[in-house]
T-cell receptor, first 116, second 112 residues
Framework: AQKITQTQPGMFVQEKEAVTLDCTYD???????LFWYKQPSSGEMIFLIY??????QNATEGRYSLNFQKARKSANLVISASQLGDSAMYFC?????????????FGTGTRLTVIP | DAEITQSPRHKITETGRQVTLACHQT?????MFWYRQDLGHGLRLIHY???????NKGEVSDGYSVSRSNTEDLPLTLESAASSQTSVYFC???????????FGPGTRLTVL
């Protein structure tokens, strides 16, 4: 089974609107971490946000927030007030086990296009 | 500023040749990783290391090897390049906290 599932190959959003990118995960571990990365057309992988499985509050970093629903095993990324520079591929990833003990599993990504 | 670099950024080689991709980080991180990125697969782990002299196989390790002789470098070697290894390769590193992996800029490898 896929450990990370991103069901939206592509998404469009109007500039200044909010958008939610979906991510579901599969693990039997109690301790895990969830990550979102942005990959613009230039190709680099940019870390956006992290949520630990024991964190009670949803993570936020500027315009990015992670909507963490543990029972549903979902970790959706919310981007508020979209900007043209947000157009990129977005990858959800998960680490199982203790921090630093294991590698990341990545989803297949969602391509976000921000429309002026 | 600390950083992670990869070289070369682009490489074209022929089937059967040995190729080494370099990865160098100045974060002083113990954990380093190599991923490949292909359309429809996202990023998949090739090899990883938790410190000097430590190396481990990832999900797609066949045909690849790594060595870790110091903290800063984790070179990836393709022993005998195959066309199926045409891909974009990313190196990453992280500290003991484990809440952020920092990625290099990537190497685009084409095997003809």
């Amino acid at each position: 089974a896929q450990k990370i599932t991103q069901t939206q190959p592509g998404m469009f959003v109007q500039e200044k609107e909010a958008v939610t990118l979906d991510c579901t995960y599969d693990t039997s571990d109690q301790s895990y971490g969830l990550f979102w990365y942005k990959q613009p057309s230039s190709g680099e992988m940019i870390f956006l946000i992290y949520q630990g499985s024991y964190d009670e509050q949803n993570a936020t970093e500027g315009r990015y927030s992670l909507n963490f629903q543990k029972a549903r095993k979902s970790a959706n990324l919310v981007i508020s007030a979209s900007q043209l520079g947000d157009s990129a591929m977005y990858f959800c990833a998960m680490r199982e086990g203790f921090q630093g003990a294991n590698n990341l599993f990545f989803g297949t990504g969602t391509r976000l296009t921000v429309i002026p | 500023d600390a950083e992670i670099t990869q070289s070369p950024r682009h490489k074209i080689t022929e089937t059967g040749r040995q190729v080494t991709l370099a990865c160098h980080q100045t974060w002083n991180h113990n954990n380093m990783f190599w991923y490949r990125q292909d359309l429809g697969h996202g990023l998949r782990l090739i090899h990883y290391s938790y410190g000097v002299q430590d190396t481990n196989k990832g999900e797609v390790s066949d045909g690849y090897s790594v060595s870790r002789s110091n903290t800063e470098d984790l070179p990836l070697t393709l022993e005998s390049a195959a066309s199926s290894q045409t891909s974009v390769y990313f190196c990453a590193s992280e500290g003991q906290g484990g809440d952020t992996q920092y990625f290099g800029p990537g190497t685009r490898l084409t095997v003809l």
